[in-house]
């Protein structure tokens, strides 16, 4: 497993790699969410490369980017084993060089949801993401849905920009109590831990509600409030029942919707989501 980091030994790198070549990005602390990725990505790709960036342009001035967890060496330590062929960890110098001017902005899908909450959030990431790809001009890209408006962004901006590379986008992977893994759930006490299940049972009561036959996107959304709301240690920040596409609130649910939500839990934030159809 090559483990690269300047954009030099990026070059020197891919060129030993057969195609084609899959990325996976993450910002590391690699649980079985991203390992299902890597997997996803070594059975599709003839090579598979990991970027690990805990990148600070996402992060805005009072978010979590400090305390954001780190571990290389147990990230390296979980990725030998899969066949990975090169690990790339670039660091803010290489990928912000002095004098960096330059952005990537997708208009209108950033702006509800994690967009409005979180300001210049898209921004650093399709930024960042269109640099791992002119960097490594890997053939595919793996995402999780678990960030469902980052993946409907890096679609929209591969499209737009002409990047000839495939975004895969797999399914969330949770834990055996419905909870989304994350990397930030390592921030949780335990008291917190089990409070935080609380997101997936408010998105498995309205799926039921769903199922039953209830179209009305505000009772749906209320459904999901009114669980949240019963877990004291758990506030909500937004709650949403929106066209897939458009990412739009809904009235009525008739195509394909995403129910989504943030939820702090103490002063960490955890998002999740189930998709309707
Ligand atoms: P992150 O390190 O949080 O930036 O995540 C890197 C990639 O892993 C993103 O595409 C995430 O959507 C994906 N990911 C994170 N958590 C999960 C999960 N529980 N299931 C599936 N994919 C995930």
Known sequence: MMIVTSMDELRIGRAMLDEPVGLVPTMGFLHEGHLSLVRKAKEECLSVVVSIFVNPTQFSP?????????????DLRLLDPLGVNMVWTPTPDVMYPPGFQTWVEVEKLTQPLEGARRPGHFRGVTTVVSKLFAGLQPQRAYFGQKDAQQAAVIRRMTNDMNFPIDIVVCPIVREEDGLAMSS?????DPQQRQAATVLYRALTEARQAYDAGQRGAGELRRIMEDVIAGEP???????SCADYDSLDELETVQGKAL???AVYVGKTRLIDNFVLQ
């Open 62 to 74: 009072s978010e979590d980017l400090d305390v954001y967890p780190r571990d290389l060496e147990r």
């Open 184 to 188: 930030r759930n390592k921030n949780l």
């Open 233 to 239: 240690l758990a506030k909500v920040q937004y709650i």
């Open 259 to 261: 129910l989504s939500m």
